[in-house]
């Protein structure tokens, strides 16, 4: 059974930092690239971040460029996400999702595996 567990997330001011992780189970963390999306309530799923298989690459969205980092472990087969400089429009529930294949996908329909969430709560 696939698992993806997020864990890191909270509440922090403004121009603070958050580290997210997620934990994969039961899934070669290897032969998927893996990405971060949030929702905010009343809006839709977005993408935030995506790393391929190998990490070689990563892609964000825009608004997040220059302040978020996401990177993976293979060998402890983990994905993580590395906010800085939060801003009170970062507040959302981030999920954590894999993909079959190398190749980072920005829609939501393309990923087979999706974590819980967690909740990231900025304050002004």
């Known amino acids: 059974q696939v698992q993806l567990v997020e864990s890191g997330g909270g509440l922090a001011q403004a121009g603070g930092s958050l580290r997210l992780a997620c934990a994969v189970r039961?899934?070669?963390?290897?032969?998927?690239?893996m990405a971060w999306f949030r929702q905010a309530p009343g809006q839709e799923r977005k993408f935030v971040a995506g790393?391929?298989?190998?990490?070689?690459?990563?892609y964000y969205t825009d608004s997040v460029k220059g302040r978020f980092t996401i990177s993976r472990d293979n060998a402890k087969n983990s994905v993580y996400l590395q906010m800085n400089s939060l801003k009170p429009e970062d507040t959302a529930v981030y999920y954590c999702?894999?993909?079959?294949?190398?190749?980072?996908?920005?829609?939501?329909?393309?990923?087979?595996?999706w974590g819980q969430g967690t909740q990231v709560t900025v304050s002004s």
């Open positions: 999702a894999a993909k079959d294949g190398s190749v980072v996908a920005a829609s939501t329909g393309l990923y087979a595996y």
């Open positions: 039961g899934l070669t963390l290897s032969s998927h690239a």
């Open positions: 790393i391929r298989w190998s990490g070689s690459n990563t």
